[in-house]
């Protein structure tokens, strides 16, 4: 028996949001590096203990120690202090591949980050509505980073 075909609305993810923060281009790429590695969280609070070697073909992954843990991405593109960009499948444990990018403008009294999040594969409804919360939780992080107020 053999099952319908997906339509491509199923089979995609986009999410684009900006923020403004108010901090200088290099404050606010660090604050980046930092809230999507070692201040990661997850819904609970609790850290993911994520590292990233923050170079081309570096891994964005989640350490659980004596060599264990999930690969969450690589570093595709890196150009300090405007550009960082993921190729990977993410949190995600099925068919699918995510591009995430951060773009870091300078505007007047600090610095716009464009982010763009796109996906292909078979993402469930759940896992949808969960990351435009999830990025915009952690844009939010970053921003408070940058301009001197890190989470706790």
Wanted: glycine share 12%; net charge negative.
């Amino acid at each position: 028996m053999s099952t319908p075909a997906s339509t491509a609305h199923e089979l995609t993810l986009s999410i684009s949001q900006e923020v403004r923060v108010n901090a200088s281009l290099e404050a606010t790429f660090a604050a980046i590096l930092d809230e999507m590695g070692p201040r990661f969280a997850g819904e609970d609070g609790k850290p993911l203990r994520m590292k990233i070697e923050a170079r081309p073909g570096g891994r964005w992954y989640r350490d659980l120690g004596d060599d264990n843990g999930h690969l969450w991405g690589h570093v595709q593109a890196i150009k300090r202090p405007t550009l960082l960009e993921f190729t990977g499948p993410l949190f995600m444990s099925y068919a699918a591949v995510s591009n995430i990018q951060y773009r870091l403008s300078p505007v007047d009294g600090g610095t716009l980050i464009t982010f763009k999040h796109s996906a292909v594969g078979l993402v469930p409804e759940e896992d949808r509505t969960g990351m435009f919360e999830g990025w915009a939780d952690l844009l939010e992080g970053v921003r408070r980073n940058a301009e001197g107020g890190a989470r706790t």
